[in-house]
């Protein structure tokens, strides 16, 4: 299993995609609008011009199958490291099913996103071929809802052909590292996650200790 940098942020790029266990970039609509990106071509201009070849996942902003085609295909010819993002659905919930495969079609390789429903994931699953395809479990947010996303994300493993890679998205702390070996060939990592993983393994013992001096020292300054 491989991490990849989940930030609209050109500045988290630059500093986490040099990292030998950062195999990747992935990012989306809303993580742009959070970072304060305005032209969509500048950003990945800059984003492909610091990941040196890394594989990036560049996701289409429009929501009508024709101008989410042209864009997809545009976005594909900036780079043969370039995965298409797709979200699972129209904004009206119909599937884009019809239009995955008419992009496969044009050998753009897909990050099928925002999958969250079993079916739903299992239809991509079968409406796509045997070619070099990403499909995004969104792990992290089933898991807020309460519902096992093992369940779902073993399901795609099981079924999903030999050149698709199944992406653990949307984590929600560290310990799914753990859980995604088991079930995903990628994990999406925001940087605030990427910062912990030297705690990975760590003794609970010596990490309880400091815990208790940091509490110490962190109160010496208040008046009781």
Request: net charge neutral; with cysteine; charged share 25%.
């Amino acid at each position: 299993m491989v991490i990849f940098l989940d930030s609209g942020s050109p500045a988290d790029i630059e500093k986490y995609i040099y990292r030998d266990d950062i195999a990747g970039v992935t990012t989306n609509p809303s993580l742009m609008k959070s970072a304060g990106v305005k032209n969509y071509r500048e950003f990945a201009k800059t984003v492909l011009g610091l990941v040196g070849g890394k594989d990036v996942s560049l996701e289409v902003l429009a929501s009508d199958p024709d101008e989410m085609y042209r864009q997809a295909m545009e976005i594909a010819s900036w780079g043969s490291n370039i995965y298409v993002k797709i979200p699972a659905q129209y904004p009206d919930g119909k599937l884009t099913e019809p239009l995955l495969k008419l992009l496969e079609a044009h050998d753009v390789k897909l990050n099928v996103t925002a999958l969250l429903l079993q079916a739903h994931a299992m239809n991509t699953v079968y409406a796509l071929n045997d070619k070099d395809h990403i499909i995004s479990i969104f792990c992290g947010r089933i898991s807020d809802t309460g519902k096992n996303a093992k369940d779902t994300i073993w399901h795609v493993r099981k079924y999903r052909k030999d050149n698709h890679r199944v992406l653990w998205a949307s984590a929600r702390h560290l310990y799914n590292v753990i859980e995604a070996r088991k079930y995903a060939d990628i994990i999406t990592l925001p940087p605030s996650l990427i910062d912990k993983l030297p705690l990975l393994g760590r003794n609970l013992r010596q990490y309880g200790l400091d815990t208790c001096r940091q509490f110490y020292e962190d109160g010496k300054g208040i008046e009781f």
